[in-house]
């Protein structure tokens, strides 16, 4: 018998008042304290408002741990979920209340995962096991001016410190600075974890440039994500008409952290030195050579916007192209902004997806190059505003070149195509490959449960663990694809197979075992509305026989395959190492990388005074891997 219509309809407002917002906003910080003592600079982020946000605050990917391990003892963790904290945006931005502190580092850190998901169209990971299922943030780990990504306690640790007493910058000479109350150092951390989720071997230092890579990704995401606050954005375009390089806010990372230490200057900056083609050979240091990339993206980025806002200007002015002094038009600020706002989001989409490009080992900022222009040309054949073409130019003037192209242009940066029906996938491979893809696509299409499941983190992990993994349980609310239980190790298995059968075409050794390290999906849909659609898959080869021969890392290769929806091969980026029956190709790939690595030690030994004085056996045979550790790279120079 059906409800009376006031019962039925007070049920609905039931329900309806049950729904939590699929949003929330929390106030911030936008760069640091130091420059929030103005009010402009103090705004609110809109993130996902996880379902069952927890005291701390701890979610489906992040657990906020306040433990002050130099006063031994914990603070009380914030509950964003009091309604008094869900009217006002969360607590205001407050340099005393460690609460503040808690809710800083998780909302910059949300936001950064975030637009990673954004970009990559799949959840984000981090590496992570049963014991540790989150990624930890504690705000007050210790007593010291750094921070840094620990992958083995899969932590994030962020120190605070005094000011210089003579020279503090804007600050009271023995001021205490919280890193984690920096825009910047939370956004760079959380960035290293992202990054080490999606390639783990990039933490070995096999060249100059895997390190620095490591660090000018993670200034590049914490310096693009910035141009999303509009409000700042339109306060910096009105002060500097336009004129975006000249606005610290803007290309200055962690201003509060460089000024304290008695730099009289942030701590990083996007511009970086004037274009030098033999600039990057110079630069040796990881933070250093990390800048040059930086400054050749940011670079890219400025020449692009130039352009993109020419006709604004030339409307604004009556074909001048010469602004007057004084104030800009409102009007003319709103576009300009929502134009160097849409290029940023652009351009830190590219980034991101650069790292389905990307070999699993030994990157170098030409495979970098190659993967922009490879991601971009995908998606945006058409390149209106010549993006692509900044960008390597942006690299061409820093002597950036990659390895392998006969040219710079686009057509010959790009991945090369494979065209080897002997390395499609067998069909029962691509009959599982193909449930993905389902899976992966289609999840939005079943029922409005699922799609309320599916809209966070936690629900979205759950569901895709109840079809994906051999031992997840039953789960009736989850829409079932008929024969997609254990759909993960059937691929990893499958996979392993074919890269054995295939190994020497891969530019892998047949003799020795092959891992699976990854694979995934891919989704995206270009500019003219087409839909991509690949299967990316990562194998990796590890060598432990030499490892003392190279400071105690293992000699790796890797490669990244790319096959097309109906499973034939497209893309084949490959870092081989020497074996015998190699193809000459190849075989001048791993001769290249293996006299690289070995000038990379002899260059790195030849500046660590321990090598000079201290030759420990265990500290020689053990060098390389400890030398790249997070809070050794960031101590002093973060």
Known sequence: MDDPPGKARKRV????????????RLN???????????????????????????????GALLEVVDYDNEHKRYYAPVDLNEPALLMENGLAPNESDPRFHQQMVYAVAMKV?????????????????????????????????????????????FGYFKADEENPGQNIPGQMVFTCLSHDIIAHEVTHAIVHGLRPYFLEPTNHDVLAFHEAFSDIVALFQRFSYRDILREQIQASQGRLQHQAMLVELAQQFGHSQGHASALRSALGSPPDPALLARKIE???????????????????????IADLIRIATGGS?????????PDLVDRVAREVSQLAEHVLRMCLRAFDYLPPVDVTFGD?????????????????????????????CRGIFPDGALSLAEESLVWPTWADDKLTLPDHIKDRVQLLFAINAQALDWTGRVVERARNDEGL??????VLESDAGEDEEAPIIPGARGLKDDLGEGLGIYARKHASALGLDPSRRIAVAGFHPVHRIGSDQRLLVEFVVQFVQSDRSREEEFGGLPLRAGVTAIFRADGTIRTIIAKPVLFAGLNPSFERAALQRQRRQRDFMDRVDMGDPRMAWDVNPSYVSERMTLRASFAALHAGAH
Request: aromatic share 12%.
């Open 286 to 308: 990881c933070h250093d050579r990390g800048a040059v990339l930086v400054s050749a993206v940011f670079d890219g980025f400025y020449r692009t916007y130039e352009k993109r």
């Open 28 to 58: 911030i910080f936008a760069a640091d304290p130091m420059s929030g003592r103005r009010s402009r600079y103090r705004t609110s982020i809109d993130i996902n408002n996880e379902p069952n946000l927890k005291a701390g605050p701890t």
């Open 368 to 396: 970098f190059l190659r993967a922009l222009v490879t991601a971009d040309l995908e998606v945006n054949p058409d390149d209106p505003y010549e993006l692509r073409f900044n960008m390597i130019e942006g690299f061409r």
């Open 461 to 466: 992990e759950a569901f895709q663990a109840s």
């Open 321 to 329: 192209g010469e602004l007057p002094r004084g104030h800009l038009h």
């Open 13 to 24: 407002d039931l329900d309806y008042a049950k729904r939590q917002p699929d949003r929330r």
């Open 113 to 157: 995962i975030e637009n990673a998901r954004r970009a990559l169209g799949r959840p984000i990971r981090f590496k992570r096991s049963e014991r540790l299922p989150r990624l930890r943030l504690f705000p007050h780990a210790f007593y010291g001016a750094n921070a840094f990504f620990d992958p083995k306690c899969n932590a994030i640790f």
